[in-house]
């Protein structure tokens, strides 16, 4: 049950950083969540990346073996401002 609440709240928090910041590679990402939400280990961000490509809301291009970048989707977007909702992402609140 934590780790649902804090899967709902990472996804929220990678597709705002994305949207803010462009392109981000999965190494990146993975060191802001260590600021902004709670430690997340590469391992479980490559499970919330996978689980935002599956649902439509970024692409990922692999550049190496280990190098993975992540860009967000117009409705990757509109979950992360707020304008559309998805029931297993935290709603942002306003800004």
């Known amino acids: 049950m934590i780790d649902e609440h804090f899967e709902i709240h990472r996804r929220l928090f ?13 190494a990146v990402l993975c ?6 939400v709670a430690p997340t280990t ?11 490509e599956e649902q439509g809301f970024v692409r990922v291009s692999e550049l190496t073996a280990n190098i993975r970048v992540v860009t967000i989707t117009q409705r990757g977007q509109e979950i992360a401002q707020g304008s559309a909702r998805h029931p297993e992402v935290r709603r942002p609140s306003p800004r």
């Open 14 to 26: 990678v597709l705002r950083c994305l949207d803010e910041r462009g392109p981000i590679n999965t």
């Open 31 to 36: 060191d802001l969540t260590h600021a902004g």
């Open 42 to 52: 590469r391992s479980q961000m490559n499970t919330t990346v996978a689980w935002l």
